[in-house]
C-alpha cells in the first residue's frame, strides 16, 4: 500500500518514560501504553477513529476540513519528504537529508556548503532549490468506482491491469484538462480496491535558507541513523515562492514568498508525560498487514540484497572521494540517501531475528486459518486464501535473486538506463499503426525523453558505471539455473578473463552516442524516429535485457493480481 502521495496521520496512545523513538523533525513514534487506535492512516478514514476519545482536544476538523481551513494546510510535500510551513512568508522545516541534495548542488571545493552549512541572512541570498517541487494538497475524492469500472467483467488478471491502468489514465487526464493550475494524480490506496485523486498546487519555486553543517545535521552519521537517541541537528529551512498574482511559477527574482494557509507554531514548552501525540506527514508505506510470506521474503533476501549492494556502492564512492574534495561533493548526496536506506534495512533485518518477526506472523496466520475452518461459510470463502498466498510466494521467493537484480542493475548504470528508456519509447512507438499517431506520439513524449534523458545522463559517472556494470554481471553468473539473467549469460560467454571483461565494457561504452549530451539534444529536439533508429551497443545491449524483464515483469503481475 503505497501511502506518500497522502497527507496520513498518526494516533499514538499516551506516553511512558523513555518508550519513545524521535525520527526527523516533530516526527514522535510511540510505543502504544495501552490497547487502542494506533496506527498509520490515510485522511479519507479520518472519520472512522474516535480521536478524541484517544485523548485528542480540538476538534477533528481542526486538523482535516475539505471545506476550509484547517491543520493539514500547513503541511507539504517536499520532493519526497514532509515539511511544514512554520511562517506566513512560506518558511518550511523539514528534514536536514531532505535539503542535502540541494546544498551540495550549490557547493564546490572552495565553499563547501555540505560540510559547513549554508546561511542566507537576508531573503536575497537564498539559493534556488533546483528541481525541488513542492505540492501542497487541495483537495482529494474517492474514485475507486470509476477506476474499477468496467473490471468485473474480467478474470484475466493482465487485462484487469490494464482496465485499470487506463481508467487512471482518462481520470487524471480530464483532472488536469480541468484543473490547469493544479497537479492531479491517482494513488492506489488498497491494491485493486481503494484508489483516490488527489489534486496538489506546486509550488515550484523553492529556495534553500538554512541547512546545518553536516557534523550537527548528521551527527553521530548513519550509525545513530533510525536509532534512538539520536541527538542531532536533523533539520532544514527552506522557503517557497510564487509569481505576483499568486501562482506557483518557476523561479524568478521577482517572485515573492507563498502565503499559506495555515502555518504551524511551535510550542517552546516542549511536551509533556502522558500527552496525546498526532503526527500529519507522507510517510512511504506500511508492510503491517502483508502477509507471513512477506516477511520471509523481506528477512531472507530483500534486506539483505539492497543493503550489500548500496553498501558496495557506498565504499566505492567513499574511496573515489577520499583524497578528491570535487568527487566527495559529486557523491555526497548520492551515498547519503545510499546510507539512509541500508542502514534502515539493516535495522530492519536485525529487528526482523531478534523479535522473531516472520515466525510470528506465521503463527498469527496459523492462528486466523484456524479460526476459518472452524465455521464452514467462512471455510467456502476464505480457506484457500492463506494457502493461496504462500503458492505465490513461493515463486516470489524461489525467483527471488533474479528480481532483485532486474530491479537494480538500471539503478546502478544510468547512461544503461538511458538506453532502457529510449527502448521503452521505441517499443510503444512502433507499436502505432499510422504515421499521423507517431507524429503525435513523438511530439507527446519529446519533453518526457528529454527530461529522463538530462536526469539519468547527470547522474553518470563513467568510472563508477563501468565497475557497478561489471559487479552486477558478476554477480548474475553466481545464481542457479532457475535465476539465471540470459542476456548476461550470452554477454559473457565469450569472456576468458578480467581483461576480455574490461575491453568489452570499455567498447560497449566508448561507442555509445548516449554519453554525448550533445548529440542526444540534437536527436531528441530534431529527429526522434533517428534516435529510436541508432545501431548501438549500449541500446542493444539493453533492448535485449528489456525483453527478458518484460516477460517476468508480466508474469509477476498476474500474480500479483491473483
Known amino acids: 500500500m503505497n501511502f506518500y502521495p497522502t497527507p496520513t496521520y498518526y494516533i499514538f496512545a499516551p506516553m511512558k518514560k523513555n518508550t519513545f523513538i524521535l525520527i526527523g523533525v516533530f516526527t514522535l513514534f510511540v510505543l502504544p501504553a495501552h490497547k487502542t487506535d494506533e496506527g498509520m492512516f490515510p485522511l479519507s478514514e479520518l472519520k472512522n477513529i474516535d480521536l478524541q476519545k484517544a485523548g485528542l482536544k480540538i476538534s477533528p476538523v481542526e486538523l482535516y476540513n475539505p471545506n476550509g481551513i484547517s491543520l493539514v494546510d500547513a503541511i507539504v510535500r517536499v520532493g519526497g519528504c514532509t515539511g511544514s510551513f512554520v511562517s506566513p512568508d512560506g518558511l518550511i522545516i523539514t528534514n536536514h537529508h531532505c535539503a542535502f541534495a540541494f546544498v551540495a548542488a550549490i557547493s564546490d571545493t572552495v565553499n563547501n556548503y555540505i560540510k559547513k552549512g549554508f546561511l542566507a541572512r537576508t531573503k536575497s541570498e537564498e539559493v534556488q532549490a533546483k528541481g525541488l517541487v513542492c505540492k501542497i494538497s487541495a483537495s482529494y475524492e474517492d474514485v475507486s468506482g470509476k477506476v474499477l469500472q468496467g473490471t468485473q467483467s474480467t478474470n484475466d488478471p493482465l487485462l484487469r491491469l490494464k482496465m485499470i491502468a487506463d481508467n487512471i489514465k482518462?481520470?487524471?487526464?480530464?483532472?488536469?484538462?480541468?484543473?490547469?493550475?493544479?497537479?492531479?494524480?491517482?494513488s492506489e490506496m488498497f491494491t485493486g480496491r481503494n484508489y483516490v485523486l488527489f489534486r496538489y498546487k506546486l509550488l515550484k519555486d523553492v529556495r534553500v535558507v538554512y541547512v546545518p553543517a553536516r557534523s550537527i545535521g548528521e551527527y553521530g552519521g548513519e550509525k545513530d541513523n533510525w536509532v534512538w537517541p539520536r541527538h542531532s541537528g536533523d533539520f532544514a529551512f527552506l522557503r517557497a515562492y510564487m509569481a505576483p498574482d499568486g501562482s506557483g511559477a518557476e523561479y524568478n527574482k521577482n517572485n515573492l514568498p507563498y502565503k499559506p494557509a495555515k502555518y504551524l507554531k511551535v510550542n517552546p514548552k516542549g511536551v509533556n508525560e502522558n500527552d496525546f501525540v498526532f503526527v500529519l506527514g507522507y510517510p512511504g508505506r506500511t508492510f503491517r498487514h502483508q502477509s507471513a510470506a512477506f516477511y520471509k521474503y523481506h528477512e531472507e533476501y530483500m534486506l539483505k540484497y539492497?543493503?550489500?549492494?548500496?553498501?558496495?556502492?557506498?565504499?566505492?564512492?567513499?574511496?573515489?572521494?577520499?583524497?578528491?574534495?570535487?568527487?566527495?561533493?559529486?557523491?555526497?548526496?548520492?551515498?547519503?540517501?545510499?546510507?539512509?536506506?541500508?542502514?534502515?534495512?539493516?535495522?530492519?533485518?536485525?529487528?526482523?531475528?531478534?523479535?522473531?518477526?516472520?515466525?510470528?506472523?506465521?503463527?498469527?496466520?496459523?492462528?486466523?486459518?484456524?479460526?476459518?475452518?472452524?465455521?464452514?461459510?467462512?471455510?467456502?470463502?476464505?480457506?484457500?486464501?492463506?494457502?493461496?498466498?504462500?503458492?505465490?510466494?513461493?515463486?516470489i521467493i524461489k525467483f527471488a535473486p533474479r528480481n532483485l537484480w532486474y530491479d537494480q542493475v538500471y539503478n546502478v548504470a544510468p547512461i544503461l538506463a538511458v538506453a532502457a528508456t529510449i527502448d521503452n519509447y521505441r517499443g510503444n512507438y512502433n507499436d502505432l499503426k499510422t504515421d499521423e499517431e507517431k507524429k503525435v506520439y513523438m511530439e507527446k513524449q519529446k519533453p518526457r525523453i528529454q527530461a529522463a534523458y538530462y536526469r539519468l545522463s547527470d547522474l553518470y559517472d563513467e568510472t563508477f558505471e563501468k565497475d557497478a556494470l561489471k559487479k552486477m554481471l558478476h554477480d548474475a553468473q553466481t545464481f542457479n539455473a532457475s535465476n539465471e539473467v540470459k542476456t548476461v549469460t550470452a554477454f559473457m560467454n565469450e569472456i576468458k578473463d578480467k581483461n576480455d571483461l574490461n575491453k568489452k565494457i570499455d567498447k560497449l561504452y566508448s561507442k555509445s552516442k548516449f554519453r554525448d549530451r550533445k548529440i542526444m539534444d540534437t536527436l531528441i529536439k530534431k529527429d526522434i524516429e533517428k534516435l529510436f533508429k541508432l545501431n548501438d551497443p549500449l541500446l542493444s545491449f539493453a533492448s535485449e535485457l528489456n525483453k527478458e524483464i518484460n516477460f517476468y515483469d508480466n508474469k509477476d503481475r498476474k500474480l500479483k493480481e491473483n
Open 306 to 395: 539492497i543493503s550489500d549492494l548500496y553498501d558496495w556502492q557506498i565504499s566505492w564512492m567513499e574511496k573515489a572521494g577520499k583524497n578528491n574534495g570535487a568527487l566527495e561533493i559529486k557523491y555526497a548526496s548520492h551515498v547519503k540517501r545510499l546510507a539512509n536506506v541500508t542502514k534502515n534495512y539493516k535495522g530492519k533485518l536485525q529487528g526482523f531475528r531478534r523479535a522473531g518477526l516472520t515466525a510470528k506472523k506465521y503463527e498469527d496466520e496459523k492462528m486466523l486459518a484456524d479460526f476459518i475452518n472452524t465455521d464452514a461459510n467462512l471455510k467456502q470463502q476464505y480457506g484457500n486464501v492463506i494457502p493461496a498466498i504462500n503458492t505465490l510466494y513461493d515463486d
Open 170 to 186: 482518462a481520470i487524471t487526464e480530464s483532472e488536469n484538462k480541468a484543473n490547469p493550475t493544479l497537479s492531479c494524480e491517482v
